[in-house]
């Protein structure tokens, strides 16, 4: 059984330039998926406002005020981008000053930057300018609130990691990292329906580069900050069934890993010309309505709802059906159950000793993923099959007698 599964990785991101995030919908949108954590401002943007500008203007984009407010509605801490790209480490200590001086309001989770080492960015840098600099910032920043937990940029493999904390180790509290299995235009079902299980590997790699490249003794967190299913430009399969029950596979593996931090890919976003859409909200104007949920929303709420507590170790005979047993603080024992196949139905045969009583079944399928999840009561008398659509995940919920 793992240590209780951190809150933490049912994380959001959401941006400065998001006009829909303050709508009532949105909010009570939001707040139905528990998410526990919010990141702001956005991506790559964060590293070209200057939040005391946004702050100042009081237009159309959502500023640190707005987004304080947002987080106190839907019940959520904050984390924040500090604009490492065109800022200085003093408008970053600025912000924590603005930020947690008033205790009602104070986050607890700041970033460094955003991917300033990809050449996509219009202000990347070296690994040693980045770790220089950011050392500077978490001094400045940690000399206004040494309570406070940094993040520093991250890949997921390769000799920035090294370089920037040779600059950063004794400083940083964590380290970010950003994942999307697939690359723009290259989109492949079966591939998709995989990615989850690649996260042990890739994770527990990133735990060895901290252990050999770290402050010995020295505790860091690993935060993903942003993850989704492609890198640039989706498709139509991010608004697909497929995308859906990658989201609720995903974050099963990531309870089982246990990270501290990770944060999907987005409240809102913007259709693509390839026909996809990174939000599992649309925005306004958006060919499937105004802030409507998506697949990919509803595979959330159901992984949101059932992956939460403890997590027992768990195994199926099946390589297309993953399954994870979960126990809730309130003894809710969860037995949550994917099946990536598309054609056929999976048969699964619970061996689970105890796993038996009254059991609340939530369904996500093809049928009903743009329109909420299925629920059913059903009794189990032990050693019973249950039977999951193609392409569906079933959540069953056997409270404690």
Known sequence: MTDRIHDGIFGINVALWDGDLLLPKTVKYVKALNHS??????????????????????????????????CGKTGTEGMITVNFGRGTAQEAAAWVTYVNSDGDRKVRYWEVGNELYGDWHANHCSAEEYGKGAAEFIKAMKAVDPDILIGVVWVLDGPWNEEVFKHTKDLADAVIVHHYPQHSGQENDMALLSAPQSLERILSEVRKQVEKYGTEGKKYEIWLTEWNSVDFKPGPQILSVVNGLFVIDYLATLAKINIEQASYWDVHNDMT?????????????????????RSSYFGFKLASEALRG????????????????????????????????AETKAECKITIP????????????????????????????????????????????????
């Open 37 to 70: 954590v919010l990141r702001y401002p956005g991506g790559l943007r964060a590293d070209d406002d200057h939040w005391r500008e946004v702050l100042d203007k009081k237009d159309w984009m959502v500023d640190t005020d707005e987004f304080l407010e947002f």
């Open 273 to 293: 010309p390839e026909g996809g859409d990174y939000g599992y909200l649309s925005r306004t104007g958006a060919p499937d309505g105004d802030n409507v949920p």
């Open 310 to 341: 403890s997590m027992f170790q768990t195994a199926t005979s099946a390589e297309d059906v993953t399954a994870y047993l979960t126990k809730a603080e309130n003894g809710t024992r969860v037995l949550t159950i994917v099946n990536k196949m």
């Open 354 to 401: 105890g796993f038996k009583g009254t059991v609340m079944v939530k369904e996500y399928t093809k049928e009903n993923m743009a329109k909420g999840l299925d629920s059913k009561e059903i009794i189990l008398k032990g050693n019973d099959t249950v039977t999951l659509k193609p392409y569906s995940a079933i959540a069953l919920f056997l409270r404690k007698e």
